[in-house]
């Protein structure tokens, strides 16, 4: 099992529609979570992390479930600049040392047409 | 602001020959990361290190050797290029990782293509 799996994608929504991404990790001891958000041929960049208490910015709701090892993205009222892919990151380790590290899922290719 | 910087952008390789790719960060970060994006493959992790005089290895570390002499800079070396080895190539850094949630900041990456 790949240690952090979303989504296949792609996903094709039209403007104004809402889409959830998902994504689940193998590691129980992962310590952070992030949604990074990556434009066609740029770097990734941060879109927002992932809190135990779920947290929202704007259009964007972002929900954990440790229990579940799962993490979710919802984009509401998706707008044409939303068309990127969006990548699942977990830090894996414990504190210091040499086991922390970000682990990127594949991620999910979004494509919002008018 | 410079940010995290990566030379050079583009790069075309014979087979055998050697290179070494340059990150520079301008964010006293202490963690720093090579990764290669591949189609279908996402980004995987090449080395990292933890601070000056440290590095490890990561999911794809074979063919590669990297240095952290100084904070700031992270090298990654090609010894000998492989076709295999033709990727985009991203550097990115970081505060500690430790108990709290810490943006990773990327370079622009850097396109190595092997013939």
């Known amino acids: 099992r790949k240690e952090v799996e979303q989504d296949p994608g792609p996903f094709n929504v039209p403007e104004g529609a809402t889409v959830a991404f998902n994504c689940t990790y193998s590691?129980?001891?992962?310590?952070?979570f992030f949604w990074y958000r990556q434009d066609c041929r740029k770097e990734p960049k941060l879109l927002m992390s992932v809190y135990s208490s779920g947290n929202e910015d704007g259009r964007f709701t972002a929900q954990l479930n440790r229990a579940s090892q799962y993490i979710s993205l919802l984009i509401r009222d998706s707008k044409l600049s939303d068309s990127a892919t969006y990548l699942c990151v977990v830090n894996r380790g414990s504190y210091g040392g040499s086991q922390g590290n970000l682990i990127f899922g594949k991620g999910t290719k979004l494509s919002v047409k008018p | 602001n410079a940010g995290v910087t990566q030379t050079p952008k583009f790069r075309v390789l014979k087979t055998g020959q050697s290179m070494t790719l340059l990150c520079a960060q301008d964010?006293?970060?202490?963690?720093m990361y090579w990764y290669r994006q591949d189609p279908g493959m996402g980004l995987r992790l090449i080395h990292y290190s933890v601070g000056e005089g440290t590095t490890a290895k990561g999911e794809v570390p074979d063919g590669y050797n990297v240095s952290r002499l100084k904070k700031q800079n992270f090298l990654l070396g090609l010894e000998s290029a492989a076709p295999s080895q033709t990727s985009v190539y991203f550097c990115a850094s970081s505060y500690s990782l430790g108990q709290g949630d810490t943006e990773a900041f990327f370079g622009q990456g850097t396109r190595l293509t092997v013939v």
């Open positions: 590691n129980s001891a992962s310590q952070s």
């Open positions: 964010m006293n970060h202490e963690y």
